[in-house]
Structure formats: C-alpha cells, structure tokens
C-alpha cells in the first residue's frame, strides 16, 4: 500500500542509511551505493559527498539522483524520492556535524568529526524531489 505524503516524508527523515542511484553512462547501469543523507518534512533532502568522488561527478553529469530507504521491521517498508540536483556547494563543518549528527553521537561523533575522512574537501549536494515511490507491504 502506498504511503501518504505525510507517511512518505516521516519515513525519509527518520536517519536510516539511503541507497543512492545516479546514471553511470552508455552500457553500464546505474551507480547504487549506500550513504548518509538528510532530510526533515518538506525540505530538500541532501547528501555529503568527496567534491572528487564518482558519486560527485556522475551527479554533476547527468544533474539529478535518486535516494531509496527501507526497512524490513516491523513492516517492509520503503520510500524512494528522485528529482534534479537544487544546488551543489562546499561541505562547511557545520552541515558535516549535521549530517553525522544524524546517524553518531557522543565519543563516536566526536571521533569521526576529528577524523580525515570528515575534513576531507566534501559538497553539500541539494536535491529538488520531483518524483516519489513508497509502500508499505505490511506485516508477512
């Protein structure tokens, strides 16, 4: 059963590991890997990405993605939103707390924050969603 806009939206700012989907060009299908994301109801989700990663650069490419979250407690339950990219800028220490916020805390947050992989030269990717998939397929 498909969720409300409401439902759809809770479900997508909940902190849940997205699978990110961009095309990756002529014969090959799309790039699908796991990452962080943001989100709150009504807003535009965004992702954190290295400014020269290939998530980065197929997104700049091609100028929209896909993200998709899902459960399998207590309901199979999933929610995928695509649409072009809204805007693309330079991570600031503020949005990587925030983002990281979202899935770590305390020492562990602290420790990644203090980590290279957290200072290394990233972009805030802004998606415009146009397009959404949901359901809920209820309890098995």
């Known amino acids: 059963m498909a969720l409300s806009k409401e439902e759809r939206e809770a479900f997508l700012a909940e902190p849940l590991t997205a ?4 095309a990756a060009g002529p014969e090959r299908g799309p790039l699908l890997v796991p990452l962080w994301y943001f989100y709150e109801p009504g807003g535009r989700p965004w992702i954190l990405t290295g400014r020269d990663s290939r ?4 997104i ?16 199979v339950r999933y929610v995928s939103v695509e649409g072009p990219v809204e805007e693309s800028a330079p991570a600031t220490a503020e949005r990587v707390r925030e ?12 420790q990644y924050l203090a980590s290279p ?3 290394e030269e990233s972009v805030v990717i802004r998606m415009r969603p146009e397009r959404w998939t ?7």
């Open 19 to 22: 699978v990110l989907g961009v």
């Open 55 to 58: 998530k980065a650069g197929l």
């Open 60 to 75: 700049a490419e091609t100028g929209r993605f896909s993200l998709l979250v899902q459960r399998l407690t207590p309901t």
């Open 99 to 110: 983002i990281a916020g979202r899935y770590l805390s305390g020492e562990a947050l602290e």
């Open 117 to 119: 992989v957290a200072m």
């Open 134 to 140: 949901s359901s809920d397929l209820g309890a098995w």
